[in-house]
C-alpha cells in the first residue's frame, strides 16, 4: 500500500512551492490530493485543486460541484476550469482534450509552477503499449516520467511507481469510499480504454507475471533512455554550433543521437520552446548531403519553423509571427518509489 511519509520525502523536493493539482474527482487523484495535503504542512507547500470540466458527458456538471464540495471539507481551494474540446481534423477525441488540458494549464498557471497530476503504474503500461504500436523510441515509450517539463511548467507525477490497487486500498484505509467514476472509461472505442480492458486483462491472464515485467522493463528502458539523452546533450555541448549545425558532422552521428541532438538544438535556437524532429526532417537532412554545393535546402517543421541547410550547415529559422508552441515533453530524471 502507499507509504504517505514517502511521499512526503519524495515532495521535499518541491518544499516551498505553490502545487497546482490536476483533480478529476477520480480514485488515483483523490488519492493524490490526501496525499498531498498531509504533506503540505511538513514541506510547506501551498496547494490548490484545478478541475477540468469538459464538458464531454451529461455528468460532468457533477462532477465538477463533486470536487468542489471535496476540497470545502479539505479546506483547500478548488478551481473549476470549463473546456471547449473540439477535435482538429485528423485529431482523436483523446488527444484533442489532451491538447485543450495543456493550453488550459498554461493560462492558469504561471511559468515554472509546479502541477501535480495522479497517473499511476497500470496508466504507464497503457501509454508503453500506445508507443509501442506508434513505431516510438525509448524517449517516448518511457515519456509518462515522475517529473517532466511542458513549455516551461514542472509536471510531477509521484504515485507513478504505484498500481491502481493500492491506491484504492490507501482510499480505503483513509475513510475514503466515494469518488467520481468517469463512465466513458468502460467505453473500448478509445484507444487507451481498449488496451486497459481488453489486451491488458488478456495479456495477464496468459502471462501472470507481465504484471510486473512491464513495470520492469519500463524502468530499464527510462535508464536506456536518460543514457542516450545524457549522451546526445552531452555531444551537442562539445559541437560548434556557431554558425548552425556542421550537416556532415551530425549525419556521421549514430541515428539515436541524432534525433535527440537535433531536438535540444532546436530548443536552445527556438527560445526553449521543445520539438520532436518528424521523420521526413531526419530523412531530408540526410538527403541534403547530397544537394549541389552552393544549393539552399528548405525543410519544414512543425509549428511552422524551418531548417535551412546552406553551405553545409543547418540553421532554424522562425516565422515572423510565430505560431502557439507545440505541447511536447523533455524529460528529467526524478527519484521514484523506494
Known amino acids: 500500500m502507499i507509504n504517505p511519509d514517502i511521499v512526503n520525502q519524495w515532495m ?10 490536476g483533480f478529476s474527482g477520480g480514485a488515483d487523484s483523490t488519492a493524490l490530493l490526501l496525499l498531498l495535503h498531509r504533506a ?8 490548490q485543486a484545478v478541475h477540468f470540466d469538459h464538458r464531454l458527458r451529461p455528468d460532468s456538471t457533477a462532477d465538477a ?23 482538429s481534423p485528423g485529431e482523436t477525441l483523446e488527444a484533442a482534450a489532451r491538447r485543450c488540458r495543456l493550453a488550459a494549464w498554461k493560462q492558469v498557471t504561471e511559468p515554472d509552477a509546479v502541477i501535480a497530476l495522479g497517473h499511476h503504474a497500470g ?25 517532466q517539463v511542458i513549455d516551461h511548467r514542472t509536471f510531477i507525477r509521484p504515485l507513478l511507481a504505484y498500481t491502481r490497487a493500492e491506491i484504492i486500498a490507501f482510499l ?74 556542421d550537416l556532415k ?47 539552399t535546402v528548405t525543410v519544414p517543421c512543425r509549428g511552422g519553423r524551418e531548417l535551412t541547410v546552406h553551405h553545409g550547415k543547418i540553421t532554424l529559422h522562425r516565422p515572423l509571427t510565430p505560431p502557439p508552441p507545440p505541447q511536447t515533453r523533455s524529460w528529467r530524471q526524478h527519484p521514484t518509489r523506494s
Open 249 to 295: 558532422q551530425f549525419n556521421r552521428l549514430h541515428p539515436a543521437l541524432r534525433i535527440r541532438i537535433l531536438r535540444y538544438w532546436m530548443q536552445r535556437e527556438g527560445d526553449g520552446v521543445d520539438f520532436i524532429p518528424e521523420r521526413h526532417v531526419l530523412d531530408r537532412l540526410a538527403d541534403a548531403v547530397h544537394a549541389p554545393a552552393g544549393d
Open 40 to 47: 503540505a504542512t511538513a514541506c510547506h507547500l501551498k496547494l
Open 123 to 147: 496508466d504507464r503500461t497503457e501509454n508503453l503499449l500506445l508507443r509501442l504500436c506508434r513505431g516510438s523510441n525509448v524517449s517516448a515509450l518511457t515519456s509518462m516520467r515522475t517529473e
Open 172 to 245: 480505503q484505509a483513509a475513510g475514503v469510499s466515494d469518488w467520481r467514476e468517469d463512465a466513458s472509461n468502460r467505453d473500448t472505442a478509445f484507444q487507451r480504454n481498449f488496451f486497459r480492458r481488453e489486451i491488458l486483462p488478456a495479456i495477464y491472464r496468459k502471462l501472470p507475471a507481465a504484471a510486473t515485467g512491464l513495470i520492469r522493463s519500463l524502468e530499464v528502458l527510462e535508464q536506456d533512455a536518460d543514457f542516450i539523452e545524457t549522451a546526445a546533450a552531452a555531444i551537442l555541448t562539445a559541437m560548434d554550433t556557431t554558425a548552425g549545425l
Open 12 to 21: 521535499q523536493a518541491y518544499r516551498g512551492r505553490n502545487i497546482h493539482l
Open 65 to 87: 460541484t463533486w470536487c468542489e464540495q471535496f476540497c470545502r471539507k479539505q479546506r483547500l481551494p478548488c478551481r473549476v476550469v470549463t473546456l471547449s474540446v473540439l477535435p
